[in-house]
C-alpha cells in the first residue's frame, strides 16, 4: 500500500482543514462526493464528515453509506489511503422535513462540527412551487436553525446557483431583492391548495423563469436576512458544472444533467437536434474546478469572518468557449470515440430558431423514435428504456438546455480572483481555481470519453467493436440519406412544370458539353 503523501508545507488549506469536523448535505450528489473525495484526499488529517442522507428507494442511510463509499469516484483514496473512507458517517435525515428530521441521537454527532457545506437542492426546473420552496428555501432555513445550536460552527457555505438572477444580463458577486417577499411567499405555499398554486406559479414568479431559479433566489435572501447568528455565511454560485479537469479523474462525470445529457444522448443516435445559440458563450465549469473553489471559500469565510453574506460567483467567464465549440467537439469526438450499440450515428446539430428546432425535433427524432419502438414491440425485441419514453426525455431535456444554450451572461468574479491570490503556491499547487488552466479541446475530449467511460460504465476494450458498429451505422445513415434524396428527387418531379424545367436544364447542358466537346476536336 502506498500512503499518499503529506501536504506540502505553507498549504493552508489542508492545515485549516485538519481535525475539523464537517457537515454535508447532497453528499450523494455529483458536486457533493467530488467535495468528499477532494477533502479526503487532499486533506489526510481531516476530521469526520457527517453527511446528511434519507431512506431513499428503501434503502436506509447506513446501506446509501455503504454504497457511496464503493463508488468509482474514491477508487484512488481506496487504492492509497483507504482509511481515510472510515472517517464518513451518516447522520439520518431530509431537508425536507421540520429540524432536517434529524433525531437527538444524531444531533449529539454534530456538536463537534467547524464547516457546514450545504448542496442539497432540487434541480426541477419544473418542480411543484411547494416543493420547490420546501426543499430549496425552507432546507437553508432549517439548516440555520440547526447552525444556531452547533457551538464549534466557525463557516455555513450556501450552494446556490449563478442563474438565480437570469433576468439579468451582469450577475454581480451580491445578493439581489427578492422576487417576492420572503414570509408572504411561506404563507402563500402553506395557505394554498397546490391546484390552485400551480394555476398562479407562472404569474407569481416573474421575472423569474422557473421554480428553481424563483426559490433559489429566495433561498439567498433567507441567507442574507438571517439575524442573530454567531457564525460567518457565504454564498457560493457555480455556473453549468460538467465533468472533471483532472480531479479524480479528467473527464470524470457521474450525471446525465445538461450537457453530459447532449453527449449520451447524442452518442447513442437519439438526439438529433437541439438548441443553441453558436457564439454564445457556454459557461461550463469543471466540476473539480468548483468544489476546489469551495473548499477555499469555507477556508476564507471562516478566517475572515465577515458580518455580511459574501458571494462567489465560480465562472469560466476568463477563459471562455462557446456552443458553438461544444458543438463542433461532439462532431469530433463522438465518432472518435463512440458510445457502445448506438442505435444510429451520432449525427446531432445544433439549431438557433427555436421554431425551426421544434420542426426538427418532430421529423428527426419524435416520429423516428416512435416507429422504432413500435417495430421493436412488434418484433418482441426488449429494450432496457421505452424509446418513446426516451424521447420524452430529450425534449424535457432540450427545453432545459435551451434556457442557457440560447442567451449569455456576464459573471463578475472579483471574489474568487481575490481568493485565488490569496492562497499560497502550495495551495496552488493542490487546488485548481484558475479557469484559465482549461484547454476547451482536451477537456472536450475528456468530456466525451469519460462520459462513456464512468457515466456509462463501458469498457475500453469494447472501444474496436464500438467503432465498427459506428461505421455501419455511418453506412446506413448516408444510405438512408441519399434514399430520401432519390424518393424527394422523384415527388418533385410529379409536377409537370418543374419537370419541364430539369429535364429542359439537362438538355441545355447536355448541349453545351457537347459543343465544348466538339470545339476541341476541331481544334
Not at 455556473?239 to 473527464?251: A, D, E, Q
Not at 465560480?314 to 448506438?342: H, I, M, Q
Request: with cysteine.
Amino acid at each position: 500500500m502506498v500512503a499518499r503523501p503529506k501536504s506540502p508545507v505553507g498549504a493552508l488549506l489542508p492545515q485549516f482543514y485538519a481535525g475539523r469536523d464537517i457537515f454535508i448535505t447532497g453528499a450523494t450528489g455529483f458536486m457533493g462526493k467530488v467535495l468528499i473525495e477532494r477533502l479526503l484526499s487532499t486533506c489526510p488529517d481531516v476530521g469526520r464528515l457527517h453527511l446528511l442522507m434519507r431512506q431513499k428507494k428503501g434503502e436506509t442511510p447506513e446501506k446509501r453509506l455503504t454504497k457511496l463509499k464503493q463508488s468509482q469516484v474514491f477508487d484512488i483514496i481506496r487504492q492509497q489511503n483507504p482509511t481515510q473512507l472510515d472517517k464518513l458517517s451518516f447522520i439520518q435525515g431530509d431537508v425536507a422535513q421540520p429540524g432536517l428530521g434529524i433525531a437527538s441521537e444524531y444531533l449529539k454527532q454534530l456538536q463537534e462540527v467547524s464547516v457546514v457545506f450545504h448542496s442539497a437542492a432540487t434541480l426541477k426546473f419544473d418542480e411543484p412551487l411547494q416543493s420547490a420552496v420546501e426543499q430549496n428555501v425552507l432546507s437553508v432555513m432549517r439548516l440555520m436553525d440547526l447552525c444556531d445550536t452547533l457551538p464549534n460552527l466557525q463557516a455555513l457555505i450556501h450552494v446556490s446557483t449563478a442563474y438565480c438572477n437570469p433576468e439579468l444580463n451582469v450577475i454581480e458577486e451580491k445578493v439581489y431583492p427578492a422576487p417576492a417577499p420572503l414570509p408572504r411567499l411561506l404563507a402563500l405555499v402553506d395557505a394554498v391548495p397546490a391546484h390552485l398554486l400551480a394555476s398562479i406559479t407562472s404569474q407569481y414568479i416573474k421575472p423569474k423563469p422557473n421554480t428553481y431559479t424563483f426559490t433559489k433566489a429566495m433561498a439567498e435572501e433567507a441567507v442574507r436576512s438571517r439575524a442573530n447568528r454567531n457564525y460567518p455565511i457565504a454564498i457560493f454560485r457555480p455556473t453549468i458544472v460538467v465533468s472533471s479537469l483532472k480531479n479524480p479523474y479528467p473527464g470524470w462525470i457521474e450525471n446525465l444533467n445538461g450537457p453530459s445529457g447532449v453527449v449520451a444522448a447524442a452518442g447513442k443516435g437519439l438526439l438529433h437536434v437541439f438548441s443553441r445559440k453558436p457564439g454564445a458563450r457556454a459557461d461550463l465549469l469543471p466540476v473539480d474546478i468548483a468544489i476546489d473553489t469551495l473548499l477555499a471559500v469555507g477556508w476564507e469565510t471562516a478566517v475572515d469572518k465577515l458580518p455580511d453574506v459574501r458571494v462567489y460567483n465560480c465562472s469560466t467567464y476568463e477563459n471562455p468557449t462557446t456552443w458553438g465549440d461544444f458543438e463542433a467537439a461532439l462532431k469530433v469526438y463522438l465518432t472518435r470515440y463512440p458510445l457502445d450499440g448506438c442505435l444510429w450515428y451520432p449525427s446531432g446539430s445544433g439549431v438557433e430558431n427555436r421554431y425551426a428546432q421544434k420542426v426538427l425535433e418532430f421529423f428527426l427524432q419524435t416520429i423516428p423514435l416512435h416507429i422504432a419502438e413500435y417495430i421493436m414491440r412488434a418484433l418482441g425485441v426488449k429494450m432496457k428504456i421505452s424509446l418513446i419514453t426516451a424521447e420524452q426525455r430529450l425534449r424535457a431535456m432540450n427545453d432545459v438546455l435551451a434556457f442557457f444554450a440560447l442567451r449569455e451572461w456576464k459573471f463578475k468574479t472579483d471574489n474568487v480572483e481575490k481568493l485565488r491570490t490569496r492562497l499560497t503556491p502550495s495551495d496552488a499547487a493542490i487546488y485548481n481555481l484558475d479557469p484559465r488552466s482549461i484547454d476547451w479541446n482536451d477537456h472536450y475530449k475528456n468530456f466525451v470519453k469519460g462520459t462513456r467511460k464512468y457515466l456509462l460504465k463501458e469498457r475500453d476494450q469494447d472501444m474496436e467493436e464500438a467503432r465498427k458498429h459506428a461505421n455501419r451505422m455511418y453506412l446506413l445513415h448516408k444510405g438512408v440519406i441519399f434514399f430520401m434524396m432519390i424518393l424527394l428527387f422523384r415527388l418533385i418531379l410529379q409536377n409537370k412544370t418543374v419537370r419541364d424545367i430539369v429535364y429542359g436544364t439537362l438538355r441545355l447542358l447536355l448541349s453545351l458539353l457537347f459543343a465544348t466537346y466538339s470545339s476541341v476536336i476541331e481544334a
